[in-house]
């Protein structure tokens, strides 16, 4: 099993902790966010990183401030501009984004703003995707979007807007799961996102 390295990096005067594990010559480098009420740590307990790492890729779970291991950042920031900043400081090459729920949303704003730094884009149950509709068709990587058909929270109707007006994007439903539907069926995400990647 993958055992990533914990760091902590001084940002802006707040210290930010992440995961990081993986080649030392990366096919790609892969940054996973999170949840409201999960965090990098949740990552390291399901197999992902294991397989991420085997195929080749540099992997790094980021606490968002004020979750997790973060702390909060000492002025306010939006979470899409902490991302790019975070990236320059650690020097990253373009990056395949994965975000989750309310990171989703961050992960789509990042999208249409920082297009320059995304290898690709995954999109797992993501909240209030309507906000964005008219700026969905700006998204110009291959974006791969994840579903519980079941999902309570952030509706399905989310995932087939964001199908219809994402230009290069692919749909993946589990059908009986809802807004967890990555960790309730790791394998089947595994494998569909790991192709994706390639």
């Given at each position: 099993m993958t055992i990533p390295v914990d760091k902590f990096v001084n940002f802006q005067g707040s210290m930010i902790h992440y995961l990081i594990c993986g080649a030392e010559n990366p096919g790609g480098w892969v940054i996973l966010l999170h949840g409201k009420r999960f965090s990098a740590k949740d990552w390291q307990e399901s197999s992902l990183l294991d397989q991420l790492e085997k195929e080749n890729h540099k992997v790094l779970a980021l606490d968002l401030p004020g979750y997790g291991l973060?702390?909060?950042?000492?002025?306010?920031?939006?979470?899409?501009?902490?991302?790019?900043?975070?990236?320059?400081?650690?020097?990253?090459?373009?990056?395949?984004?994965?975000?989750?729920?309310?990171?989703?949303?961050?992960?789509?704003?990042?999208a249409i703003k920082y297009p320059e730094l995304l290898l690709s884009l995954t999109?797992?149950?993501?909240?209030?995707?309507?906000?964005?509709?008219?700026?969905?068709?700006?998204?110009?990587?291959?974006?791969?979007?994840?579903?519980?058909?079941e999902d309570q929270i952030a509706p399905y109707n989310y995932a087939l807007l964001l199908k219809d007006k994402i230009p290069n994007s692919q749909l993946l439903t589990f059908d009986h799961l809802g807004h967890t539907c990555y960790f309730d069926d790791m394998a089947t995400f595994s494998q569909n996102i790991l192709l994706f990647l390639r």
């Open positions: 973060s702390e909060k950042l000492s002025t306010e920031k939006n979470f899409e501009d902490f991302i790019f900043e975070f990236s320059k400081q650690l020097t990253l090459p373009a990056f395949h984004l994965i975000g989750p729920s309310f990171s989703g949303e961050i992960s789509l704003k990042f999109l797992i149950d993501s909240i209030n995707v309507d906000q964005y509709e008219k700026q969905l068709n700006e998204i110009a990587a291959k974006t791969l979007i994840v579903w519980g058909k």
